[in-house]
């Protein structure tokens, strides 16, 4: 299995777009989630996918964020309209259960302008 | 809810030194506890997993160990080398299936 991907690896974009960071599991995994790293915060979860199923939205900022995964093999982190300090980096992860090794994607860089 | 702390947040050791890193965490209802390596700029890469039945695991150099009930993990690093210069970050899995991460320790080690 070629791991965890998340594309694009680095976005810049202006105050005010939209972003949307994509991720795509391990196959047969059925946990995601989505992180967001700063050097202030750290590792930050902002939510997690259980069998497709968003379990816990705590950790999403504000509302300008949203999360989907519409199938077990794909999701995706978007946010409208983006600000500067959302800039961090995004890290997706997937599990297969609760007991057994997380892994992560290399992450998503993005710098909003 | 859970909080996970790492102390220390750094630490700086010549080649060859045995290194004890720590991580303790505030609800010991957990399913297990993950040991992650991080490089500059990259993703994070797992090193040992122990299960809340467990009470140590280990990888070549690398021995985690778990106390539940006191809410603690250890990381120990045998004979270190400058190859090991990273941040390791600890995460425990709650038992309502987060994955939960501490602050983490950069760690140089010198020649």
């Known amino acids: 299995d070629a791991g965890v991907i998340q594309s694009p690896r680095h976005e810049v974009t202006e105050m005010g777009q939209e972003v949307t960071l994509r991720c795509k599991p391990i196959?047969?995994?059925?946990?995601l989630f989505w992180y967001r790293q700063t050097m202030m915060r750290g590792l930050e979860l902002l939510i997690y996918?259980?069998?497709?199923?968003?379990?816990?939205d705590s950790g999403m900022p504000e509302d300008r964020f949203s999360a989907k995964m519409p199938n077990a093999s794909f999701s995706t982190l978007k946010i409208q309209p983006s600000e500067p300090r959302d800039s961090a980096v995004y890290f997706c992860?997937?599990?297969?259960?609760?007991?057994?090794?997380?892994?992560f994607g290399q992450g998503t860089r993005l710098t909003v302008v | 809810k859970q909080e996970v702390t790492q102390i220390p947040a750094a630490l700086s050791v010549p080649e060859g030194e045995n290194l004890v890193l720590n991580c303790s965490f505030t609800?010991?209802?957990?399913?297990?506890l993950q040991w992650f390596r991080q490089d500059p700029g990259k993703g994070l890469t797992s090193l040992l997993l122990?299960?809340?039945?467990?009470r140590e695991q280990t990888s070549g150099r690398l021995n985690a160990s778990l106390d539940k009930s006191s809410g603690r993990s250890t990381l120990y690093i045998a004979a270190s080398q400058p190859g090991d210069s990273a941040t390791y970050l600890c995460?425990?899995?709650?038992?309502?299936?987060?994955?939960?991460f501490g602050t983490g320790t950069r760690l140089q080690v010198f020649p």
């Open positions: 196959s047969g995994h059925n946990s």
């Open positions: 122990i299960q809340s039945s467990q």
């Open positions: 995460a425990v899995r709650t038992n309502t299936d987060k994955l939960i």
């Open positions: 996918f259980n069998n497709n199923v968003p379990i816990d």
């Open positions: 992860a997937s599990s297969l259960g609760g007991s057994v090794e997380a892994f």
């Open positions: 609800d010991s209802a957990i399913y297990n």
